[in-house]
């Protein structure tokens, strides 16, 4: 049975894998047709700001896509801390997409406290377990 489960986990997530990049490379055409007609578009070869914003916006979520490739690549060949790791990773490149997307005239104190302590929560997670050695601990068992 534990057989069974495991071939399943191994094919779901060759097929996620594969949809994921199906969806990145589809993501980076289309952000190149955006940049390409927001270059034409008059005043040519200027962009407005908000236009950039959303264009950078673009380009971080590419690079969570990325990371969840990544991800998915550390959890199929091997099932260890680095997944915690890369999770972790993922997450603060997303938390960064959001504050360079955020309009922070919008928002209050708290809402941006509370943004600044999510983004140090997951830094110091990632540094602690960097710090540890748990990826090394891990190898070191397996041999």
Do not use: H, W
């Not at 260890?80 to 993922?90: G, L, P, R, Y």
């Not at 209050?108 to 929560?121: D, K, Q, R, V």
């Not at 540094?127 to 090394?136: A, R």
């Amino acid at each position: 049975m534990i057989k069974i489960i495991e071939k399943f986990e191994k094919a779901a997530t060759t097929v996620l894998i594969f949809m994921l990049l199906l969806v990145i490379a589809v993501s980076i055409i289309e952000l190149g047709l955006i940049i390409g007609k927001t270059l034409m578009a008059p005043p040519i070869l200027l962009i407005d700001i908000n236009k950039l914003l959303d264009i950078f916006g673009f380009f971080m979520l590419i690079v969570v896509g990325i990371e969840l490739i990544e991800t998915m690549k550390v959890y199929y060949t091997e099932k260890s801390f680095k997944i915690v790791e890369t999770v972790i990773m993922a997450a603060i490149i997303a938390v960064a997409r959001k504050i360079i997307i955020l309009d922070m005239k919008g928002l209050g104190s708290m809402t941006l406290i509370g943004i600044a302590l999510i983004l140090l929560a997951l830094c110091i997670g990632y540094y602690l377990l960097k710090k540890s050695g748990c990826n090394e601990n891990l190898k070191d068992q397996k041999k």
